[in-house]
């Protein structure tokens, strides 16, 4: 199974402001030394950072990565890139084409890196959770709950008894009977949603599969994840529009529609029956 060979930069902007100042010191080094950092050992990141050789195996750990040599490959791959776009927020008064102009390429920017944080045998065991689950239940707060209902419409074509809530109350009653045959999925941007991570505890407790859908890192909601994929969301600062609002939820728009097409792929046979049955009711309806 591929796995990516890019993101290391992505993950280390997405990290950064959560590591401890140790962590953070060397971080910021490879971010302003990348073509340097890659050639280093443990030893001398962590001199060059005035830091230690155990900071730099920590902040490996506290990415989500195997080891140093994990990370270096990722930035290697970063670098031979050819050079992006960036994120770039709008002011007050722009004019529509600039408009235009700066949202497609924030849009297009999130899609790109959420890909290269793809981990893809992570991402193949949320395929067969989804493909194995009895009932599917999606659930997220506010744009999130926009999320989860796009994902609710997207399942149902697959002949899965799927739900999906954004409000806790009508969430418990349905949370309240779910077992071993039912997948949970929590869909979070910041990961911090009190809502979306109390919710995804108790169907873990009640023994149900649990997927999360985050930036990437550790938080609430991923701590009770059998499964945690993530978005990029490095650029979603304040801003006077908070562009970046937008390119996270086509962020996570872009991960639910990867996970159907996958489940599409692996069942094709019975998707294109569904397909089928669907299409003909349609043309019933509309008389033909």
Same mark, same amino acid.
């Given at each position: 199974?591929?796995?990516?060979?890019?993101?290391?930069?992505?993950? #280390?902007?997405?990290?950064?402001?959560?590591?401890?100042?140790?962590?953070?010191?060397? /971080?910021?080094?490879?971010?302003? *030394? %990348?073509?340097?950092?890659?050639?280093?050992? /443990?030893?001398? #990141?962590?001199?060059?950072?005035?830091?230690?050789? /155990?900071?730099?195996?920590?902040?490996? $750990?506290?990415?989500?990565?195997?080891?140093?040599?994990?990370?270096?490959?990722?930035?290697?791959?970063?670098?031979?890139? $050819? %050079?992006?776009?960036?994120?770039?927020?709008? *002011? %007050?008064?722009?004019?529509?084409?600039?408009?235009?102009?700066?949202?497609?390429?924030?849009?297009?920017? +999130?899609?790109?890196?959420?890909?290269?944080?793809?981990?893809?045998?992570?991402?193949?065991? +949320?395929?067969?959770?989804?493909?194995?689950?009895?009932?599917?239940?999606?659930?997220?707060?506010?744009?999130?709950?926009?999320?989860?209902?796009?994902?609710?419409?997207?399942?149902?074509?697959?002949?899965?008894?799927?739900?999906?809530?954004?409000?806790?109350?009508?969430?418990?009653?349905?949370?309240?009977?779910?077992?071993? *045959?039912?997948?949970?999925?929590?869909?979070?941007?910041?990961?911090?949603?009190?809502?979306?991570?109390?919710?995804?505890?108790?169907?873990?407790?009640?023994?149900?599969?649990?997927?999360?859908?985050?930036?990437?890192?550790?938080? %609430?909601?991923?701590?009770?994840?059998?499964?945690?994929?993530?978005?990029?969301?490095?650029?979603?600062?304040? &801003?006077?529009?908070?562009?970046? &609002?937008?390119?996270?939820? #086509?962020?996570?728009?872009?991960?639910?529609?990867?996970?159907?097409?996958?489940?599409?792929?692996?069942?094709?046979?019975?998707?294109? +029956?569904?397909?089928?049955?669907?299409?003909?009711?349609?043309?019933? #309806?509309?008389? $033909?």
């Amino acid at each position: 199974m591929k796995n990516s060979l890019t993101g290391g930069l992505v993950i #280390l902007n997405e990290m950064k402001d959560k590591l401890p100042p140790s962590e953070r010191k060397i /971080a910021q080094f490879i971010l302003d *030394q %990348p073509h340097e950092a890659i050639h280093c050992t /443990a030893s001398q #990141l962590g001199e060059l950072s005035s830091t230690s050789s /155990a900071a730099v195996m920590r902040l490996c $750990k506290s990415l989500g990565l195997k080891g140093l040599q994990e990370l270096k490959l990722r930035i290697s791959g970063d670098l031979q890139k $050819k %050079p992006g776009s960036k994120y770039r927020d709008i *002011q %007050p008064g722009e004019q529509p084409d600039s408009i235009v102009e700066k949202v497609t390429s924030n849009s297009m920017q +999130a899609i790109n890196e959420t890909t290269e944080l793809v981990d893809y045998e992570t991402l193949e065991r +949320a395929v067969e959770l989804l493909k194995s689950a009895r009932r599917i239940h999606f659930f997220g707060v506010g744009a999130s709950g926009i999320v989860a209902k796009d994902a609710q419409q997207k399942f149902l074509r697959m002949n899965k008894s799927t739900s999906a809530f954004t409000d806790l109350h009508n969430a418990v009653m349905n949370i309240a009977n779910v077992d071993e *045959q039912d997948v949970v999925f929590g869909i979070s941007f910041s990961g911090e949603t009190y809502e979306t991570a109390k919710l995804m505890e108790i169907a873990k407790e009640k023994g149900a599969k649990t997927i999360s859908l985050t930036r990437y890192g550790q938080s %609430p909601v991923t701590n009770s994840a059998d499964i945690s994929l993530f978005i990029s969301a490095s650029r979603e600062i304040p &801003a006077p529009f908070r562009s970046g &609002a937008t390119s996270s939820r #086509l962020a996570q728009l872009h991960m639910i529609d990867i996970l159907f097409v996958n489940l599409v792929t692996d069942q094709y046979e019975e998707a294109s +029956a569904y397909f089928n049955e669907i299409t003909d009711v349609m043309n019933r #309806l509309k008389g $033909k």
